[in-house]
Structures are given as structure tokens and as C-alpha cells.
């Protein structure tokens, strides 16, 4: 959700009564870059200063989505109620990240920390940060930068002419390309009209050029909480887009093939103003889906089902482009923790903190094991014990006809755990990060996990990355999301990276990124 408080409050206000009563968009919407070109080596202009000004403030919650449906009764039908093994992955790198201070004169809440992972790099980004690590020894090249610094000298927007706005990076690698492709949010001072600013690396080196692309949606529409994927035809991306008149769910293609090598671009996209907070799915592993297979979105539709959409771009002929669904794919009953809004309790405050119970969190991670092919995907629900735990799915055969393999609710007795992360290994090893809190504990940062030969539907037991040594006072949003990354290398190693505080505070949150692999993977 955008950090600037002018998003127009009617709209937010209003727009789940708005959702439904139009019909969803059958045809295309084709456009191209407002802007591109390529620029020099980041590692050249960089600058650690954070473009705009406006004081420390808590950005306004994302659009609630109230979920159709039946609540689950009593015990959630698919909590995991019996014991489990410690998590047998072992835990490597643990290491701060970027903290907030990083942002400078941006400092806000949440973090949207995300990362991905390289052949030889690791790159994360919050707010309006980024930072690059090299894989081998954890160290950064230099220190947390501000993404503003890769769209350096563009116009518009994304560029230094105008007064502009930063918020909600994703950053993703394309491993078949051996590419970075980090994405934000450039907004005016209305908070009305927003535009996607889209930099591919040129090389694997995310320190050196980038094709820098700006992409809009239209006067007075503004791209909120965009989620990025890598699939061999395009770069597909979701937004909620706000409109004077509506919110839609928006899936919407970049031509990959043109952006790797820097030309003007083509974007195709639909509107659905029945669907909110799409996720695109996300390239994992080194086997490729089959040939021509479209693009999958996934929506938290009700509290008894998923949507599921299949999105076949054709940049040749735009026009023949669709986006054909929804599937719906039936799951046990649930209540969404704190009901989607603000519940989950810190230890020495009476501030609660943001489930966003709401929407499913990124990412929507896509594997092709040959024999089949999986999506496994999570969001926030309300356990027996704690107002939050993580409902985990593996959806198989999304082309054919979609089935959940495995689902589970993971808990941590009366312990929260939520703002979670999935990801699969190319053995079929699960990897899950997550927050959790209570009253008698900060927010920390952990993570779980399964393998294959462990009963279906079940996590193994949780082990702790960070304990938080504060809690955030005087404001009520967390992280927004948080990220699981596998290495493209092993194909084995998982990264995770979230939020916690080291003391008591408002703003002063910092991250932490660590790696895991379960020692059946080789």
C-alpha cells in the first residue's frame, strides 16, 4: 500500500461495497512504456539520500476485503493438532539487513521487505531500499542504497523532475535469463496517479546497468501493492488499481523478450473487479513449465475457496491475448485472523499489529517436478489457541484440472504466526518464514518446513531466526509482506527475510536475512 496518506478515502472507504458490481473485463488492455532506456552502472550514481520529505508516519492499511463465505466453527478443520520433529533444515547465513533508517527522511512503516537470490547475489528491498549481498560471504558491496538511485535522470515520475513518491519495491530473479528485475511504485503528491517503474538488469551483476522502463495506468489511477513473477513469456504483475469509481484486480503481462534486451515495450492487461490482490506465479527451479503454458493468478477469494486464472499472453497479436477463469478450488473453512484486520498482540504494549488476513502473501511460487506441477502458496488465519496461524497449500496441476495436494493451518500454540513466506525445493522439500508474537513475547522472525516423507498436511516444528527485543509502539502495520527465495544455484537453499525491532519503537524497525536447507536436499 502506497506510504503517502492522500490515496482518496472514499474510495478506500467505500470500495468493498464496490467490488462485484461491475463486469469483469473480457478484452485486453494493450499499451506500451511511457519510457525507457538503460542506464549506467548503479554502483556509479549511487547515493544513500532518500528523495522527498515528509515526517515518520504509519502508512494508511491497505483496502480490507471482507471474504464471502462460511467461517470455520470451532477448531479450523485443517489445523495440525499433533506433534511434529524439530524442523530438520539447517539454518546457515543469519544476518541483519537493511534497517529502516535506510529510507532516511521516508522512515515509515511497514517494511515490505522482500529478496531474491542470484548465481552469485542476493539482493533485498524494503520501503525505498535496496541492498546487495554477495551469496558466498554475506557481505554488501556497499551500503543500503535508495532504489530511486537505478532510475536515475528518467523523466516523469520514476525520474527526479517531478515531485515523486517511492513505495511497495518487489524484487525477483529471472533464472533462466540470469537477470534482475526489481519493481516500485513512483507516485505525484495527490496520490492519485501512479506509475510502475520496472529496471531489468543488463547482466547478472546487479550493481551495474539496468533497462529502466516506466509504465502507467491512466489519469487517476494508481498500481497499489504490485506483486512481480518470472514465467518464460513475460514478466506478469498484479495490482489492486484504484479508479475514481472502482478497485480492480489487475493482471497484467510485460513483454520479457523486449525488456532483456532494452526495447520499447508492450503491456497487456485485464481488470476484474470481483478479484483482490491477485498473485502471479513465480518461476522456481530449472525444469521450465510446458510450452506455451499460460501464467497462473491465485486469489483468496472466499473463506471456502480459491480462484485460480489462466493468463495466455500473445504479443504478436495482443488482442489474442486472454485471461480465462476463475477455477474455483474448494478448501477447508477458515476465519481469517483478526477477522483481515488488527489483532496480533506484542509482549509490554497494548498495540496490536496488522494481520492482513485478508489476501493471500507473497509469493505464488510455481515448480515443475516433471511429474507434476505445484504452486504453494499461504495467508493468515485465526487458530484455536492464537488470533493468527499460516494456511499452507500445494495446489497441483493448475492446467488441468486444479486440486489441493496438501493444506495445513500451522500454529505455535498461543504464540501468532503470520506476515509468512512458502517456497518448494526441486526435491519437494517446503520451506515457511514467518512473524510471531504474543503477549509475552516481541515479534520475532522464524521458520519451518517439511519434507516429502513427512505425514501430509503437517509442518515440521518451528526454529527461531531472530528474537525481537522490542515491540512496535503507537502503530499497527507489519510488514505488508516478506519474502522466501530458493537459490537458482542448488536449487536447494532457502532465503528469508522480515521484521522485528531491536527496542521498543515506533519506526525504528530492522531486517533480518537468513538461509536454510533441509539435508535431504542435494
Not at 490515496?7 to 525507457?36: K, N, R
Not at 513473477?229 to 514478466?235: E, F, K, L, S
Not at 515495450?265 to 490482490?277: D, G, L, R
Not at 501468532?416 to 512473524?435: K, P, R
Request: aromatic share 12%.
Amino acid at each position: 500500500m502506497t506510504r503517502l496518506f492522500m490515496i482518496p478515502i472514499a474510495l478506500a472507504t467505500c470500495v468493498s461495497g464496490l467490488l462485484g458490481t461491475v463486469a469483469a473485463q473480457s478484452a485486453p488492455i494493450v499499451t506500451h512504456d511511457l519510457y525507457h532506456d538503460i542506464s549506467e552502472a548503479v554502483r556509479d550514481y549511487r547515493s544513500s539520500q532518500a528523495t522527498g520529505v515528509f515526517h515518520p508516519q504509519e502508512r494508511p492499511r491497505p483496502l480490507q476485503r471482507p471474504l464471502p463465505g462460511p467461517l470455520s466453527e470451532g477448531q479450523d478443520a485443517a489445523e495440525q493438532i499433533f506433534p511434529s520433529s524439530p524442523v530438520s533444515a539447517i539454518l546457515g547465513f543469519d544476518f541483519d539487513g537493511i534497517p529502516n533508517s535506510a529510507n532516511g527522511s521516508l522512515i515509515g512503516v511497514p517494511s515490505d521487505s522482500n529478496l531474491s537470490v542470484g548465481d552469485t547475489q542476493v539482493v533485498e528491498v524494503i520501503n525505498t531500499a535496496y541492498e546487495v549481498y554477495d551469496k558466498a560471504n554475506h557481505q554488501s558491496f556497499f551500503p543500503p542504497q535508495q532504489i530511486s538511485t537505478v532510475f536515475t535522470g528518467m523523466p516523469g515520475l520514476c525520474g527526479q523532475g517531478v515531485t515523486f513518491f517511492f513505495s511497495d519495491p518487489v524484487v525477483v530473479y529471472d533464472k533462466i535469463a540470469g537477470r534482475w528485475v526489481i519493481g516500485i511504485i513512483a507516485y505525484d503528491s495527490t496520490g492519485s496517479t501512479g506509475n510502475e517503474c520496472i529496471a531489468v538488469s543488463a547482466t547478472s551483476d546487479a550493481t551495474g546497468r539496468y533497462y529502466r522502463y516506466a509504465f502507467g495506468f491512466g489519469k487517476d489511477a494508481f498500481n497499489d501493492y504490485p506483486k512481480l513473477a518470472v514465467w518464460p513469456d513475460a514478466y506478469y504483475a498484479s495490482y489492486n488499481l484504484f479508479t475514481p469509481t472502482n478497485v480492480y484486480g489487475t493482471a497484467c503481462a510485460y513483454d520479457r523478450a523486449a525488456m532483456l534486451v532494452g526495447k520499447s515495450t508492450k503491456v497487456v492487461c485485464f481488470k476484474n473487479p470481483n478479484e483482490f490482490s491477485f498473485l502471479p506465479s513465480d518461476l522456481d527451479g530449472t525444469t521450465l513449465p510446458p510450452g506455451g503454458e499460460p501464467n497462473f493468478f491465485v486469489d483468496l477469494f472466499s473463506t471456502t475457496s480459491l480462484h485460480l486464472y489462466r493468463f495466455h499472453v500473445d504479443f504478436a497479436t495482443p488482442g489474442n491475448s486472454t485471461f480465462a477463469g476463475p477455477v474455483s478450488i474448494p478448501v477447508k473453512p477458515f476465519t481469517p485472523a483478526c477477522g483481515g484486520g488488527t489483532c496480533i498482540p506484542q509482549e509490554g504494549t497494548e498495540q496490536q499489529l496488522d494481520s492482513l488476513g485478508d489476501r493471500l502473501m507473497f509469493r505464488l511460487a510455481y515448480r515443475n517436478m516433471s511429474t507434476h506441477e505445484s504452486l504453494v502458496v499461504n495467508h493468515s488465519v485465526q487458530t484455536s489457541l492464537a488470533p493468527a496461524g499460516v494456511r499452507w497449500y500445494e495446489i497441483r496441476n493448475p492446467n488441468k484440472i486444479p486440486t489441493i495436494f496438501q493444506q495445513g493451518t500451522f500454529t505455535d500454540h498461543e504464540t501468532s504466526v503470520w506476515m509468512a513466506s512458502i517456497a518448494m525445493d526441486h526435491v519437494g522439500d517446503i520451506g515457511l518464514g514467518f512473524s510471531q508474537s504474543s503477549s509475552g513475547i516481541h515479534p520475532g522472525i522464524s521458520f519451518t518446513g517439511r519434507v516429502p516423507s513427512d505425514p501430509l498436511n503437517t509442518m515440521e516444528l518451528p526454529e527461531q531466526i531472530v528474537a525481537g527485543n522490542g515491540s512496535q509502539i503507537g502503530v499497527n502495520r507489519w510488514g505488508d509482506y516478506s519474502g522466501l527465495a530458493i537459490d537458482p544455484v542448488d536449487d536447494c537453499t532457502f532465503w528469508y527475510v522480515n521484521q522485528y525491532y531491536p527496542t521498543n519503537s515506533g519506526f525504528r524497525f530492522h531486517t533480518r536475512v537468513a538461509s536454510f536447507k533441509f539435508p535431504t536436499c542435494h
